[in-house]
């Protein structure tokens, strides 16, 4: 302190609380601030606040205010018309049965992160509500917490998405055979056992309905604040395909009887099934071994890795028992959750309802779309691995790297979620997250929140929050005290709810034909990139008008034309049916263009402006090539050129653009394109080439050159990714110079007015989180190449360190706030003539835009009062926020 003049005073809260609330920030931010006196750092709270900032302002509890839940047009609505959209959090297993002064404790804290659904997970064990004793059932005083829970986030406006079949070990007790061996679920014996789907629906009828939650007075199905309902949890034939040559007994059998009966019904004898599986080459995928008399088919081996046109050598790989064991699994999935949709129904449940299975595989989506309320998936980014057989024990393998560095990467937050996007049915991100010790979590937190708001999604529910007291270290998942996910939930929770990040302006379809989908080959196509511009979904409806700005053919097969303008069409694979004897020669010709086609092969085209600029050159195959002078004598424009031969068309008259086949890479340019053609999309191939992905609203910029993500509207901007550079860089009017590596900045202003316009603002910047003792170390060898051998403990570090260069933040080309800090964590409030800075590195020199007239450092119940001679000075450790006044 040294060449200050400072008057100190102790002063004790309450009084500092009567001083602020009688002057003019009575209802001011700050003020709000002020009196709760929040605690953001983990070493100081076993449950930290998000934000200085309270978002629960306007919320209008309890939940189930507006009635229920409902399906219309693809999104969720209340009763009264309302949309419906929901940021969330899990809690899971043992962090729902804490006690209850904590759950009053959480409730609050959630809300004011600005959460609106908690999703209440893997309950339904002996360790959860279910009492090891099958005659009790329940274990009533955890049953009572799970209640007491739902009470107390009703109250503040936060609803709540339960699980039915999630953890539950069924056992030898409850009728099942060899129920122990199962393992947790029964996965995927759940859906094809009747006794456990007699126990199934025993066990909803009596968690639903039966039971009346005493703090509510109202059953689970009779409770609008019950949001949504999930049947299974990572469930089904699809996600469990690996398992089936090495199913339980007797339910192997059972399997492969149930197999056999489907595969008579729909082939009648043996002859008639090896026919249809002969090829149009003579090959026959039923060996001389299997009847279906003697019920000896042989189920298939589900293997994505396999594709046309591969000579087939293993007949269980054969693409027509593949395709007919993915449409025998359509099928018992579809009864099943036919039944148990009718089965909840009947009970009076009306909350919307799905079942979480394969989130990747076409067959699986369109089924659940069919059948159940809402697509619900997962998302998770550097995911820990194990070594082959020690699941969930050390070591385990990490990526490192950022989100932002993995370009053509199909496992992309946008990529991700588009492909499990199924027209005109909401989708729910369920559980996701950037797991620890990933350094880059917290650009994970924007890119998740900003990408769900540009493709509209209905809901994302964060996965997970330990709510047990004596945690105090970051876990993989658990997010409570992790400054780079916990410290942004309020920022991620404006960014999807708020509308500020609108919804995109055009929307992009994927059609799949019946034989595209159970064409049982890897689904990850790079056309689903396109979710960094604009909303993606599959749509399955080929003897419909498509209702998209485009409409772009899987290319999966040739096995059905797809109708309407607006189209991208192209195969690159013949056949016609799924049991390969039918080929077409392309989707152009179904869309009826007769061309006259050269020769096939590579060749060097020179393109004209789609796809590549105009003259551009580049090498690729085409089988077969079209003739130039037919397209153009038709009235019909190459879309590049080699010799006397053409790549492509365009149909201007009925927007059309065609293709015998199309390379994946170049199908994402030419889509782009498209959208810019005919959509006046803001977007183009330049894009690509310039490795710079825009959303076509604007607000959105994925630069992979740079390893940023920057997201700009009038009243919030973020800067995530790399962000040390000696002169101010950002976003436009926001603009930060940090010698800081890596980070997210985000600026807010809080009064609904332009950030240069704002008179309230609050910028936040987190950078780097680590538990104490983390102990990782590179490892080529391993599944991922870093090798975590220990998670760590308390005390949590942000790596913050004085630094010559400040971190300097501009809005508008004004300076806002100077630290001299590298790394750490910050939030600071302006209001007014005042300001609040959340600093959790101590002894930090700060300078701010003119010297205040009085200072406050806020520690505890105490605060030290003094008055600066400058702009500029050190703010002690153990100060858990500053007050400035000007």
């Given at each position: 302190?040294?060449?200050?003049?400072?008057?100190?005073?102790?002063?004790?809260?309450?009084?500092?609380?009567?001083?602020?609330?009688?002057?003019?920030?009575?209802?001011?931010?700050?003020?709000?601030?002020?009196?709760?006196?929040?605690?953001?750092?983990?070493?100081?709270?076993?449950?930290?606040?998000?934000?200085?900032?309270?978002?629960?302002?306007?919320?209008?509890?309890?939940?189930?205010?507006?009635?229920?839940?409902?399906?219309?047009?693809?999104?969720?609505?209340?009763?009264?018309?309302?949309?419906?959209?929901?940021?969330?959090?899990?809690?899971?297993?043992?962090?729902?049965?804490?006690?209850?002064?904590?759950?009053?404790?959480?409730?609050?804290?959630?809300?004011?992160?600005?959460?609106?659904?908690?999703?209440?997970?893997?309950?339904?064990?002996?360790?959860?509500?279910?009492?090891?004793?099958?005659?009790?059932?329940?274990?009533?005083?955890?049953?009572?917490?799970?209640?007491?829970?739902?009470?107390?986030?009703?109250?503040?406006?936060?609803?709540?998405?339960?699980?039915?079949?999630?953890?539950?070990?069924?056992?030898?007790?409850?009728?099942?055979?060899?129920?122990?061996?199962?393992?947790?679920?029964?996965?995927?014996?759940?859906?094809?056992?009747?006794?456990?789907?007699?126990?199934?629906?025993?066990?909803?009828?009596?968690?639903?309905?039966?039971?009346?939650?005493?703090?509510?007075?109202?059953?689970?199905?009779?409770?609008?604040?019950?949001?949504?309902?999930?049947?299974?949890?990572?469930?089904?034939?699809?996600?469990?395909?690996?398992?089936?040559?090495?199913?339980?007994?007797?339910?192997?059998?059972?399997?492969?009887?149930?197999?056999?009966?489907?595969?008579?019904?729909?082939?009648?004898?043996?002859?008639?099934?090896?026919?249809?599986?002969?090829?149009?080459?003579?090959?026959?995928?039923?060996?001389?071994?299997?009847?279906?008399?003697?019920?000896?088919?042989?189920?298939?081996?589900?293997?994505?890795?396999?594709?046309?046109?591969?000579?087939?050598?293993?007949?269980?790989?054969?693409?027509?028992?593949?395709?007919?064991?993915?449409?025998?699994?359509?099928?018992?999935?579809?009864?099943?959750?036919?039944?148990?949709?009718?089965?909840?129904?009947?009970?009076?449940?009306?909350?919307?309802?799905?079942?979480?299975?394969?989130?990747?595989?076409?067959?699986?989506?369109?089924?659940?779309?069919?059948?159940?309320?809402?697509?619900?998936?997962?998302?998770?980014?550097?995911?820990?691995?194990?070594?082959?057989?020690?699941?969930?024990?050390?070591?385990?393998?990490?990526?490192?790297?950022?989100?932002?560095?993995?370009?053509?990467?199909?496992?992309?937050?946008?990529?991700?979620?588009?492909?499990?996007?199924?027209?005109?049915?909401?989708?729910?991100?369920?559980?996701?997250?950037?797991?620890?010790?990933?350094?880059?979590?917290?650009?994970?937190?924007?890119?998740?929140?900003?990408?769900?708001?540009?493709?509209?999604?209905?809901?994302?529910?964060?996965?997970?929050?330990?709510?047990?007291?004596?945690?105090?270290?970051?876990?993989?998942?658990?997010?409570?005290?992790?400054?780079?996910?916990?410290?942004?939930?309020?920022?991620?929770?404006?960014?999807?709810?708020?509308?500020?990040?609108?919804?995109?302006?055009?929307?992009?379809?994927?059609?799949?034909?019946?034989?595209?989908?159970?064409?049982?080959?890897?689904?990850?196509?790079?056309?689903?990139?396109?979710?960094?511009?604009?909303?993606?979904?599959?749509?399955?409806?080929?003897?419909?008008?498509?209702?998209?700005?485009?409409?772009?053919?899987?290319?999966?097969?040739?096995?059905?034309?797809?109708?309407?303008?607006?189209?991208?069409?192209?195969?690159?694979?013949?056949?016609?049916?799924?049991?390969?004897?039918?080929?077409?020669?392309?989707?152009?010709?179904?869309?009826g263009y007769q061309l006259a086609t050269g020769r096939g092969g590579a060749f060097d085209f020179t393109f004209r402006g789609i796809g590549y600029d105009a003259g551009g050159v580049k090498t690729y195959q085409a089988w077969p090539a079209y003739t130039t002078a037919d397209l153009e004598a038709r009235g019909l424009q190459p879309i590049a050129t080699s010799d006397s031969l053409a790549m492509g068309f365009i149909d201007r008259a009925k927007k059309v653009i065609g293709f015998r086949n199309l390379h994946p890479d170049l199908a994402q340019r030419v889509a782009l394109d498209a959208l810019k053609l005919w959509a006046k999309a803001p977007v183009s191939h330049n894009d690509l080439d310039a490795n710079c992905w825009r959303a076509d609203?604007?607000?959105?910029?994925?630069?992979?050159?740079?390893?940023?993500?920057?997201?700009?509207?009038?009243?919030?901007?973020?800067?995530?990714?790399?962000?040390?550079?000696?002169?101010?860089?950002?976003?436009?009017?926001?603009?930060v110079a940090t010698t800081t590596p890596i980070g997210v900045l985000v600026a807010e202003s809080l009064d609904g007015k332009p950030l240069t316009r704002s008179g309230a603002l609050l910028v936040k910047m987190t950078t780097r989180a680590r538990n104490d003792r983390t102990k990782i170390f590179p490892d080529p060898g391993g599944p991922k190449p870093h090798k975590l051998v220990a998670l760590g403990t308390a005390p949590i570090s942000t790596e913050g360190k004085p630094a010559e260069q400040p971190t300097r933040v501009e809005i508008d080309g004004k300076m806002l706030i100077e630290l001299n800090l590298q790394n750490g964590s910050w939030e600071y409030l302006v209001e007014g003539n005042r300001a609040l800075l959340y600093l959790d590195?101590?002894?930090?020199?700060?300078?701010?835009?003119?010297?205040?007239?009085?200072?406050?450092?806020?520690?505890?119940?105490?605060?030290?009062?003094?008055?600066?001679?400058?702009?500029?000075?050190?703010?002690?450790?153990?100060?858990?926020?500053?007050?400035?006044?000007?």
């Open positions: 302190m040294t060449g200050w003049y400072f008057i100190v005073r102790i002063v004790g809260i309450g009084l500092l609380i009567l001083l602020l609330t009688t002057a003019s920030f009575a209802n001011s931010e700050l003020a709000s601030v002020l009196e709760r006196a929040p605690v953001m750092n983990p070493n100081l709270s076993a449950f930290p606040e998000s934000s200085l900032v309270d978002r629960s302002a306007g919320r209008k509890p309890p939940a189930g205010a507006l009635g229920f839940l409902s399906v219309k047009h693809g999104k969720f609505f209340f009763a009264d018309g309302t949309r419906a959209r929901f940021f969330g959090i899990n809690l899971a297993k043992d962090a729902v049965f804490t006690d209850k002064a904590t759950i009053d404790r959480l409730a609050g804290l959630f809300a004011r992160a600005g959460i609106n659904l908690v999703r209440i997970h893997h309950i339904d064990d002996t360790q959860g509500i279910l009492d090891p004793d099958p005659k009790r059932y329940f274990r009533p005083e955890r049953l009572d917490l799970v209640d007491y829970w739902v009470a107390k986030l009703k109250e503040r406006g936060i609803y709540v998405c339960l699980d039915l079949n999630d953890y539950r070990t069924f056992r030898t007790a409850d009728g099942v055979v060899n129920g122990e061996k199962l393992g947790r679920g029964a996965k995927p014996y759940a859906v094809f056992d009747q006794r456990l789907i007699e126990l199934q629906e025993e066990y909803a009828r009596r968690f639903l309905v039966d039971h009346v939650n005493p703090y509510t007075k109202l059953s689970y199905a009779d409770d609008p604040a019950i949001a949504m309902l999930e049947i299974y949890d990572e469930n089904g034939l699809f996600i469990r395909r690996g398992d089936w040559p090495n199913l339980h007994e007797p339910y192997k059998s059972a399997f492969q009887q149930q197999w056999n009966a489907w595969l008579r019904y729909k082939y009648g004898s043996t002859a008639k099934l090896r026919a249809a599986w002969t090829d149009r080459q003579g090959y026959c995928a039923l060996t001389s071994e299997e009847s279906l008399e003697a019920a000896s088919a042989q189920l298939p081996r589900m293997d994505l890795g396999y594709d046309l046109p591969q000579p087939v050598t293993n007949p269980l790989l054969a693409p027509q028992r593949v395709s007919d064991g993915a449409l025998f699994a359509a099928d018992i999935q579809r009864d099943y959750l036919t039944a148990m949709m009718r089965s909840l129904r009947e009970m009076g449940v009306k909350a919307p309802i799905t079942a979480v299975g394969a989130q990747d595989l076409l067959p699986d989506l369109a089924t659940t779309a069919e059948t159940t309320d809402y697509i619900g998936i997962n998302y998770y980014f550097d995911h820990p691995v194990w070594e082959p057989g020690k699941d969930w024990t050390m070591p385990s393998f990490f990526s490192l790297r950022s989100p932002l560095q993995e370009s053509g990467s199909s496992f992309t937050f946008p990529a991700v979620v588009s492909l499990a996007r199924m027209h005109n049915k909401p989708l729910v991100v369920r559980e996701w997250g950037y797991c620890y010790p990933n350094p880059h979590r917290g650009v994970g937190m924007v890119e998740a929140a900003a990408y769900g708001a540009l493709l509209d999604l209905d809901a994302l529910i964060l996965f997970t929050y330990d709510a047990r007291p004596s945690v105090r270290a970051i876990g993989y998942f658990d997010v409570h005290v992790d400054p780079l996910r916990w410290g942004l939930v309020a920022q991620a929770s404006r960014l999807f709810l708020s509308g500020e990040v609108q919804p995109s302006k055009c929307e992009l379809g994927i059609g799949y034909s019946l034989v595209d989908i159970f064409t049982w080959h890897n689904y990850a196509l790079p056309l689903y990139h396109l979710g960094y511009v604009t909303r993606v979904a599959n749509y399955t409806r080929p003897d419909t008008r498509h209702p998209f700005d485009l409409l772009v053919s899987s290319g999966r097969s040739c096995g059905s034309a797809w109708q309407g303008e607006r189209l991208l069409l192209f195969a690159n694979r013949a056949h016609t049916d799924l049991l390969y004897q039918g080929a077409a020669e392309g989707q152009d010709v179904l869309a609203t604007g607000q959105i910029v994925r630069d992979f050159g740079k390893d940023q993500l920057r997201i700009v509207t009038p009243t919030v901007q973020v800067i995530a990714g790399k962000l040390e550079s000696e002169q101010p860089m950002g976003t436009g009017e926001v603009k590195t101590g002894d930090t020199a700060v300078t701010f835009p003119r010297t205040p007239a009085l200072v406050r450092w806020h520690s505890g119940a105490e605060v030290v009062e003094f008055t600066p001679e400058s702009a500029s000075f050190t703010i002690p450790a153990g100060v858990h926020f500053t007050e400035v006044r000007w």
